[in-house]
C-alpha cells in the first residue's frame, strides 16, 4: 500500500512519550519497522514546508496559504483492539492511496 511506499512526516500535535505497542505491530504487519522511531511534536517549520498536510482530527493550527489540508478524522487509538487497530491503519492506507492518485492526475 501506499502506506509502505511514500516517505511520510508523521508528527503528533500532542505527542505521547512512547509508540503504542498495538500501533508499532499493527503496523510491524506491512514491514513498517518502527523500533527506532519515536513520537515527535508537530513543528511551525514543518508545517510550514509542507506541500500538503494531514490531519486526523479537525486541524488546531493554521497552515500557510497555499497549503493544502486534509483531514481525515480517525478514533482516539487508546484502547482500541488489534482488529479496530488494523481497520484504521487500512482505511489510512485507502486514504492515502486516494490522496496520492489525486496528485497524480
Known amino acids: 500500500g501506499v502506506l509502505t511506499s511514500t516517505i511520510l512526516r508523521m508528527r503528533g500535535v500532542e505527542p505521547a512519550t512512547v509508540i503504542d505497542a498495538g500501533v508499532a505491530a499493527t503496523l510491524g504487519e506491512l514491514e513498517i519497522d518502527l523500533a527506532h522511531e519515536f513520537p515527535k511534536p508537530v513543528t511551525d517549520e ?60
Not at 64 to 74: S, Y
Request: charged share 25%; no cysteine; aromatic share 4%.
Open 46 to 105: 514543518i508545517i510550514a514546508s509542507a506541500d500538503i498536510v494531514v490531519f486526523f482530527a479537525e486541524p488546531p493550527m493554521t497552515v500557510r496559504a497555499g497549503t493544502r489540508v486534509v483531514t481525515w478524522p480517525t478514533p482516539p487509538l487508546d484502547g482500541l483492539s488489534d482488529d479496530e487497530l488494523s481497520a484504521v491503519r487500512d482505511e489510512l492506507d485507502r486514504s492515502a492511496a486516494q490522496l496520492a492518485a489525486d496528485l497524480s492526475d
